[in-house]
Structure formats: structure tokens, C-alpha cells
């Protein structure tokens, strides 16, 4: 997820309306009150009671909202590595904005840019050339990323139902956990519990997780391909967002689907797509070329160099 600054990339709305509102003239800091009042919510975990249910609320949200970022935003919205429905089209919107990492066509135009300035100073969220901070959860929270660029979203601004979520992109969290608290009751919970620990707890959760991926993964792992950033593959990442850890595989070749290129490269989201496509669902899902996995791989001893070219395809 990324982007490069607003000041080269003029932003509007698929109207040519200005992309300014009231919203964005509060300081930074104001802005991240929901973003922080979220972790300390997680408290409460401490002051109500919480059953197994819960807990099962927990880890199936991490995991399903999970794949809305990984399958939806990134590999379907972003990417567009397989086809699927109008319908389903929405459904991976909606799952994505679940997660409260805001709506799809925001994170798509931001990590197209991404992969077009990678490692570099336009990158926003580069732990090498900003800081950790900055790359983990920084860039987020500063409002000069807040808008979409649309003039890179031709091919989904065409999409009404994806434009309103995009604007509206809170509302499928909220109502999931409303849904949390119900949820937990029909379980045997107090329904706080699931609110808690099912909606709260999971989400904080999702958020690190998803952000380890720009904080970390241009830090730590191996390098088979030389690419122009410095991404890198790691399976403990990979473990924590089914499989996006394989980042140095994907900078190379960002067109295919599976981003683990091997057997061994565990990548939970493409196994998904996949039993999707077996029942329609999805379908025209990309691979990694061949003679892209034919080649003899290799981890070069040195970092590539940053350069200002793209890396690979977008």
C-alpha cells in the first residue's frame, strides 16, 4: 500500500469536484483519535467477560478480513490478477472495508504508486528512505495521503457502487461489530466480549499485520530477484498475511495471482482464489510466468540498488 505526494499527482473526484472537505483542514492529530481510541478500546478486554466464542470471532476475522485486503484490495483491486463478478466485485470491496483500513480505491491508488516509486522519495510509506515509523503507520495518519487519486482508477471510478464505498468505507466495520456483539449473545457470550475481543481486539490485530508488510518487508528476509527497491521475502510475514510475506517474489512479478512462486512458499490467500475458481466464482487467475520459475533462483549478497525507474510490471 502506498503512494507518491499529492503535490505531484493532482487529486479529484471522479466528478472533477475538489477532493477537499471540512475533514481535511483538523491537525493530524485529531485525525488519529479513531485510529488510536481503537487500540485503547482494546482494554476493555480486561473489564468484561469473555468466552470461547469470542476468541473463534477473533481469529476468523482476522483471517477473513485478512483476505479482503490481501485477495481484494491488493491482488484483485490493485493488481487485477484474476477476474470475478460485479457482485463478487462488491462483496471483496465491502470485506476490505471491514478491516477500517478505508476503501479500496484509496488503497489501490496507493499501492499502484507504490510499485511505481518504490524505495524512493516519492514512495510514502519506504522504511529506507523515511522512517519505520513512518512506513508502519505514519504515512496513514497524515492527511496529505487522505485522498484517492483517481486519475490512476480509470478502469474502477466507471463502478458507482465502488465510488460510494469508497467514500463510505466505515460503514461495513461499524456494522460488523454491531454484528459482533449479537454474534457473541447467540454463542453463549456476553456480546461485549465479542464487540471486545471479536471486533476490537482482531481489528487492532489486522492493522499491524497488514502494515508489517510496508514496515518490514523492505527490512528483513532474503532476496532471490535484484529488483530497484530493497523488498524482500519473509515466511514469517507471509504466515501473518497469508502470504503477502513473499514481497521480493511480487516486486519482480506483480501481474500473477500467487505471490509465493514455489511448493514450499506457503501463500494461504492464492489457495483461496483458487478454490474460488474451481467453483466459479473467480476466474483468468494470473501465474508467474514459466521461465519466470524455470530460472535457477539466487539471494544476491547485496542490496539492490534505489533508482528512480519502476520495478517490473504494475
Known amino acids: 500500500m502506498s503512494g507518491a505526494s499529492s503535490a505531484s499527482l493532482p487529486v479529484t473526484r471522479p466528478n472533477g469536484a475538489s477532493a477537499t472537505s471540512w475533514i481535511d483542514a483538523l491537525p493530524n492529530w485529531v485525525r488519529a483519535i479513531p485510529f488510536f481510541g481503537i487500540h485503547a478500546a482494546c482494554i476493555t478486554v480486561f473489564f468484561t467477560s469473555v468466552h470461547l466464542v469470542d476468541w473463534i470471532l477473533c481469529f476468523s476475522l482476522y483471517v477473513i478480513r485478512m483476505f479482503g485486503i490481501t485477495g481484494g484490495y491488493h491482488r484483485y483491486f490493485s493488481h487485477k490478477t484474476y477476474k470475478t463478478s460485479r457482485l463478487f466485485q462488491f462483496v471483496l470491496a465491502w470485506l476490505g472495508c471491514s478491516s477500517l483500513q478505508k476503501g479500496p480505491l484509496w488503497w489501490a491508488g496507493h499501492h499502484r504508486l507504490h510499485h511505481k516509486y518504490s524505495d524512493t522519495d516519492e514512495d510514502v510509506h519506504s522504511p529506507i528512505t523515511k522512517t519505520v515509523w513512518d512506513a508502519h503507520v505514519g504515512w496513514i495518519l497524515d492527511k496529505k495521503n487522505d485522498p484517492t487519486h483517481w486519475n490512476i482508477l480509470k478502469d474502477w471510478s466507471v ?100 505471490q509465493g512462486f514455489f511448493w514450499w512458499e506457503f501463500d494461504v490467500s492464492y489457495y483461496i482464489i483458487k478454490t474460488l475458481g474451481i467453483f466459479g466464482v473467480v476466474w483468468d487467475i494470473k501465474e508467474p510466468p514459466k521461465e519466470l520459475l524455470a530460472k535457477k533462483y539466487r539471494t544476491p549478497k547485496n542490496l539492490a540498488p534505489i533508482s528512480n525507474e519502476p520495478s517490473g510490471k504494475t
Open 159 to 258: 463502478y458507482p457502487e465502488l465510488v460510494w464505498l469508497n467514500t463510505w468505507h466505515w460503514i461495513p466495520g461499524i456494522l460488523l461489530g454491531v454484528a459482533c456483539y449479537f454474534i457473541s449473545l447467540a454463542g453463549g457470550g456476553t456480546g461485549w466480549g465479542g464487540v471486545s475481543v471479536g471486533f476490537l481486539l482482531s481489528t487492532v490485530l489486522l492493522y499491524h499485520g497488514t502494515f508489517t508488510i510496508n514496515s518490514l518487508s523492505h527490512l528483513f528476509g532474503n532476496r532471490r530477484y535484484e529488483t530497484t527497491d530493497r523488498s524482500r521475502n519473509n515466511p514469517w510475514l507471509a504466515i501473518i498475511t497469508l502470504g503477502e510475506g513473499w514481497h521480493n517474489n511480487h516486486h519482480h512479478y506483480q501481474n500473477a495471482t500467487r
